[in-house]
């Protein structure tokens, strides 16, 4: 199993950037297929973006343009770019790994985009 650790987060004003960091432990990382989820108050965990073991990307459509996902096989870490923040982007937001039928979920980092 994967233990992943998410960071980066914090208040940012509309318009701004953040990055967060998503770090893994064990051997498997590089075969995972990874995954950024955020969860607002409220509101269900909602999917925002994927990426491969192989590097291809996907993003939901409230955020394309503005994420970028990415990560580095050599460090154990996944990273999520997030320009032009805007407030409905406030949320907790989660790290998934998938490898096989397993899947692991990090604690959440919270992400408010508020002047």
């Known amino acids: 199993q994967v233990q992943l650790v998410e960071s980066g987060g914090g208040l940012v004003q509309p318009g701004g950037s953040l990055r967060l960091s998503c770090a893994a432990s064990?051997?498997?990382?590089?075969?995972?297929?990874m995954g950024w989820f955020r969860q607002a108050p409220g509101k269900s965990r909602e999917w925002v973006a994927t990426?491969?073991?192989?590097?291809?990307?996907s993003y939901a459509d409230s955020v394309k343009g503005r994420f970028t996902v990415s990560r580095d096989n050599a460090q154990n870490t996944m990273y999520l770019q997030m320009n032009s923040l805007k407030p409905e982007d406030t949320s907790v937001y989660y790290c998934?790994?998938?490898?096989?039928?397993?899947?692991?979920w990090g604690q959440g980092t919270q992400v408010t985009v508020s002047s």
């Open positions: 990426i491969t073991s192989g590097g291809s990307t």
């Open positions: 998934n790994a998938k490898i096989g039928v397993g899947s692991s």
């Open positions: 064990g051997r498997f990382f590089s075969i995972a297929t």
